[in-house]
């Protein structure tokens, strides 16, 4: 992984450390380019090229005011310090779409056979890709708000072509998915210090995992990680968030098994705020979301929190298993009525054809989608983002060609 030592030398500290941030998000996104990353305004020119953007005012001000040398160097020495595996080389998007198979097979290929079967544009194709969204876990809220639009393009006379049909169809995909809830962490500067993420769901959805997988996206980013060990249930999980912390390198505040969850939490925040820590992440047990009892102690979690300071937990980020299909929804109101979810991690996309409940969550809930799992090793998270993800799931060639 390349590293950003320093982006600037004739800075406050607190700048230097946001330019690090960005820089370091930067490089994240270049993936395939890295190696060819020679300057500051080269960086900049792939990291927007990767966005499908353009650098907003701010950004700009900042490439600006940036020593652009010392970025140079630090850059290319890095490269020279950490070559790249074949693991890292490979561009996001190939893993997405690697890995989201099982959904694409579903999904894409049905919607994009009826596309482009030379069919001619009315009720039956439209009720026809109705049926294969339905069958894909879509939803039926989704489902219909989708049919809709097609339906009022085509009276408006504006599916005259098979790629009309597809970008009307994609073009509603990524509005359903799209959400003006920011993901907090994805920030700049961290809204808090120490930011509180708690981290909650049902067993097994991978909680610890998708813990580890973001300690070591936001450690990348230059930001001081501290874990805390808050499922006290079993020593295993215990032992399981101390494997990551010793794997990436982050400090792990925990108690022995059978500890009251509450207490190892609020230790872990006072530690974060002892040792000037950016970021707290807090794990739970798994537990039943019909089980009020083990809701309720997800509560006193937060009042407890709320000692140290009242804006704790800064996020409650709920982890669904996109494998529990319609069950995620359920999942997902009672958490948010216990606890309050500020965003969704959807996991393990890879091992199922249910990725359409990605739709579904989006259009039911009014909560946003801030991360995506498509397997088990620590690249298979990252921010979601919403048409990377249409274009994935339906790429336009393989419906068009
Ligand atoms: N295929 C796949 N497996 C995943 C993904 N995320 C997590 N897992 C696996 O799911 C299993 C459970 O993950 P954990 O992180 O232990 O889940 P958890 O929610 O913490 O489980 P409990 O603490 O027991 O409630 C592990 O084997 C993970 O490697 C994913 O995106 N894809
Ligand atoms: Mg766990």
Redesign the pocket.
Known sequence: MLKVVSASTDRTEDRQQALRTFYQSALQRCVEPRAKVVDAATLFAFYFKAQKSKPSVRQKALLDATDKTRVSAVVEKSVELQPETQETTQSWQQRLKQNLSKTRKQWGSHVSALIMGGRSIDDDLLEEIESQLLAADVGIEATGRLIHHLTEQHKQQKLKSSQSVYRALTAEMVSILSSNVENPLLRETLSSKPFVLLVV?V????????IGKIAHLQKSLGRKVLLAAG?TFRAA?IE?LGAWGQRLEIPVIAQKSGADSASVIYDGFSAAMARGRDLLIADT??RLHTKSNLMQELAKVKRVLQKLDPAAPHAVLL?LDAGNGQNALLQAREFHKAVGVSGIAL?????TAKGGISLAIRETLDLPLWYI????SIQ??RPFNPKDFVDVLLPEQEALS
């Open positions: 769901g067993n097994g959805v991978g909680k610890t995992t998708t499922d999980a399981q047990a798994g982890v996991t393990k996309l890879d091992g799992g498509v397997g088990e298979d998270l």
